[in-house]
């Protein structure tokens, strides 16, 4: 069965350390893969995709995310933590074989504490 | 701006009350979600539209249908809510057909509590 797993239901790091949000995924083919910020009682917002080319991706708020096709992962990047960027952060994969199902997973909550 | 709206922000109903919730977009994207989110869990698709044709996920209960009477405005009714049924419900959007574009735009979502 196709899955995301988001292994951390909670990341904590101080406010101007590095932070990593791991993500894995078990999808056949070459998926688009995504990461999503979720604030309280908002919808979520796009912060960054990969579909293909280089493995490192630049996104919004200075987060990045790095593809490793052998590990078939996708873990989301900070070089320097805000206390602003507490929020739930959803990965989502997108299978490439047809269809618009998009599987996200379970979300890490992030606490950046100043 | 264009962007996608829901309405209303918060919906009390009572138990077994039928209600509408209502999303539109301003990003003439041809493809509409609804998704049902409980409790900061991931976002659990119930169905979709692509243009007009509506594909249901297998696990939605009869209980929910949608409505897409034209590419801007998709409805979510809920026949007879259960207190299960207590959730936030997002509507998101996207243009199919174009790779770069596999992008989904969440509105701000509608918290339902059923009494």
């Known amino acids: 069965a196709q899955s995301v797993a988001q292994p951390e239901d909670q990341v904590n790091v101080a406010e101007g350390n590095p932070l990593t949000v791991k993500c894995t995924y078990s999808?056949?083919?070459?998926?688009?893969l995504f990461w999503y910020v979720q604030y309280p009682n908002r919808g979520l917002q796009f912060l960054l995709k990969?579909?293909?080319?280089?493995?490192l991706v630049k996104g919004s708020y200075g987060f990045e995310a790095e593809f490793n096709k052998s590990q078939t992962s996708f873990h989301l990047k900070k070089p320097s933590a805000l206390v602003s960027d507490s929020a739930l952060y959803f990965c989502?994969?997108?299978?490439?074989?047809?269809?618009?199902?998009?599987?996200f997973g379970a979300g890490t909550r992030l606490f950046v504490k100043a | 701006d264009a962007m996608v709206i829901q309405n209303p922000r918060y919906q009390v109903t009572q138990f077994g009350k039928p209600v509408t919730l209502s999303c539109s977009q301003t990003?003439?994207?041809?493809?509409m979600y609804w998704y049902q989110q409980k409790s900061s869990q991931a976002p659990k698709l119930l169905f979709h539209?692509?243009?007009?044709?509506?594909?249901n996920e297998a696990d939605t209960p009869d209980n929910f249908q949608s409505r897409r009477p034209n590419t801007s405005f998709c409805f979510l009714d809920i026949r007879s809510p259960g207190l299960g049924d207590a959730a936030m419900y997002l509507c998101?959007?996207?243009?199919?057909?174009?790779?770069?574009?596999?992008?989904?735009?969440f509105g701000p979502g509608t918290r339902l509590l059923v009494l």
């Open positions: 989502a994969v997108r299978p490439n074989t047809g269809g618009f199902k998009t599987i």
């Open positions: 999808v056949s083919g070459n998926p688009y």
């Open positions: 990969y579909i293909t080319g280089d493995n």
């Open positions: 990003l003439n994207h041809n493809v």
């Open positions: 539209y692509y243009d007009k044709d509506f594909n």
């Open positions: 998101a959007t996207a243009i199919a057909g174009e790779v770069r574009q596999e992008t989904q735009y």
